[in-house]
């Protein structure tokens, strides 16, 4: 079932495309249109759930009171440049239902959306999680894993996740806890393979006082800290064989006892377990037991290598510097060419590997385009392949071949020598003005019309910049 359908005004062009390419790709519907033709849309608004508003339209404030006036209780939200909330004046703010700061990243704008008022007519669609349920990318398998989140979510049913170290067991598990109606209950994980299996029993089911030497009080395990939500239960394959027995019993029977105490303790939690290891294999060395794998295996759902979707890699790759922006780390770019080369490598770490070398990366090259000669050594044996495709990717954190858009770096003295000082004389402001204007349009041509990447090409606070775009009349 499609989301709700999101109605955006603006005259911005380069911010009309962005909008749509993340509202599309969050399976939002996306209608737009400039400040002069939005007549039409404003007759048809029964699927919208808020009307975005792009800032600098033709008359903005009549604009406001008009849309208010057609959409009843719809939310409105200007969408503005950054650092320019304090321009606004007073009377629009006591219009808008908010204003949000663009570009945007992928996690502050689901975040935006999530916060939305849910009209009536859609209050029980059963919840999801915008956007993509945490796992980037459109390959086939990762669809039919969405799918199957969907279809698990709601039920009882206990879920096994197998899938090798890295590939986002974890995301899963949370995608369906957040998916289903236990969501507003505790998600509480468990790496079964980190405890030592002496404490896991207390780890699991808690203890009482004096159960065992150090047990100076009472204790609460996971079991009960989960109450009423999800466990999940990671690495379930490193479990002992001891604690196999005393798990199988809790799911057949429901109850437990802590450690050192005799007292049946009722449990309603939902089990989602995950292993990296072959659990036939397992069961075939008398490692695991047979009876405990059916009872976990009811639902199973396998995740993919990422050698096995290396397509999905440019959108993975916008998904983890977006969620490193937004918990306020430098971002890195990245070429199509670098991107075409990342997609080769068979990336054995999976998805985990990827994340880090992106983080090492925002700490190595912050704020910095990533091309070929900056990626490392062991990347420069891969060649670039004809028939690379980027498929679908946020436009606001990939940019286009470097070799496309190269400007040489020209000095201020430079500059300044370069010309001449005609006969006639000439208009010294004019001509700064006419020499500012171009170096703009220059700098917000290779910055794909981002702001704050052309303030920094111009060595220029970005709200310094701002001004001067409103002062020449320019739209990035």
């Given at each position: 079932m499609p989301l709700p359908r999101l109605l955006l005004i603006d005259d911005n062009k380069t911010r009309i495309q962005q909008f749509e390419d993340i509202l599309l790709f969050m399976e939002y519907q996306v209608s737009t249109t400039s400040s002069i033709d939005y007549d039409s849309l404003l007759k048809d608004l029964d699927d919208v759930r808020a009307v975005f508003i792009g800032d600098g339209c033709e008359k903005q404030a009549t604009l406001i009171k008009t849309v208010i006036e057609a959409t009843a209780n719809l939310p409105i939200i200007l969408l503005i440049e950054k650092g320019t909330a304090l321009q606004i004046p007073t009377p629009i703010k006591k219009m808008l239902t908010g204003f949000h700061e663009w570009p945007s990243v992928l996690p502050v704008f689901t975040e935006i959306l999530k916060k939305l008022p849910v009209p009536k007519k859609i209050e029980d669609t059963p919840s999801r999680?915008?956007?993509?349920?945490?796992?980037?990318?459109?390959?086939?398998?990762?669809?039919?894993?969405r799918e199957s989140i969907d279809q698990v979510a709601n039920s009882t049913a206990t879920v096994l996740v197998l899938g090798e170290s890295g590939t986002g067991k974890e995301v899963v598990a949370k995608a369906i806890h957040l998916a289903s109606n236990r969501k507003n209950k505790p998600f509480v994980p468990v790496n079964c393979g980190a405890i030592p299996a002496e404490l896991l029993e207390s780890e699991l089911f808690g203890h009482e006082k004096g159960a065992f030497t150090g047990a100076i009080t009472a204790r609460q395990g996971r079991f009960e800290i989960a109450e009423g939500g999800t466990l999940f239960l990671d690495e379930i394959g490193d479990m002992p064989m001891p604690m196999q027995v005393k798990l199988l019993r809790v799911l057949q029977e429901r109850t437990f006892e802590r450690v050192g105490g005799n007292k049946s303790i009722e449990c309603n939690v939902r089990i989602v377990a995950a292993t990296h290891r072959n659990l036939d294999e397992e069961i075939k060395e008398k490692r695991f037991r047979e009876d405990l794998f059916?009872?976990?295996?009811?639902?199973?759902?396998?995740?993919?290598?990422?050698?096995?979707r290396t397509k999905d890699i440019p959108l993975l790759v916008n998904h983890l510097v977006a969620r490193m922006e937004a918990n306020k780390q430098d971002p890195v770019y990245f070429t199509r060419d670098s991107l075409a080369i990342l997609m080769q490598h068979p990336w054995p770490g999976n998805v985990r590997e990827l994340s880090n070398f992106i983080e090492r990366l925002t700490i190595t090259h912050p704020n910095?385009?990533?091309?070929?000669?900056?990626?490392?050594?062991?990347?420069?044996?891969?060649?670039?392949?004809?028939d690379f495709v980027l498929?679908?990717?946020?436009?606001?954190?990939?940019?286009?071949?470097?070799?496309?858009?190269?400007?040489?770096?020209?000095?201020?003295?430079?500059?300044?020598?370069?010309?001449?000082?005609?006969?006639?004389?000439?208009?010294?402001?004019?001509?700064?003005?006419?020499?500012?204007l171009g170096l703009i349009k220059q700098a917000l041509e290779e910055c794909n019309g981002v702001v704050a990447h052309a303030a920094k090409l111009l060595?220029?606070?970005?709200?310094t910049l701002v001004e001067k775009l409103r002062k020449y009349e320019l739209s990035a």
């Open positions: 999680n915008v956007a993509n349920k945490g796992l980037a990318g459109n390959s086939e398998s990762i669809k039919s894993i059916y009872r976990l295996n009811v639902f199973p759902i396998e995740l993919p290598a990422l050698r096995e910095a385009t990533i091309d070929i000669g900056d990626l490392p050594e062991k990347f420069q044996q891969y060649e670039i392949s004809d498929d679908e990717a946020e436009p606001l954190l990939i940019k286009n071949d470097l070799e496309d858009k190269k400007v040489e770096k020209t000095s201020t003295e430079n500059i300044a020598t370069s010309s001449e000082l005609p006969e006639q004389g000439l208009d010294l402001k004019e001509y700064l003005s006419n020499l500012e060595n220029m606070r970005r709200t």
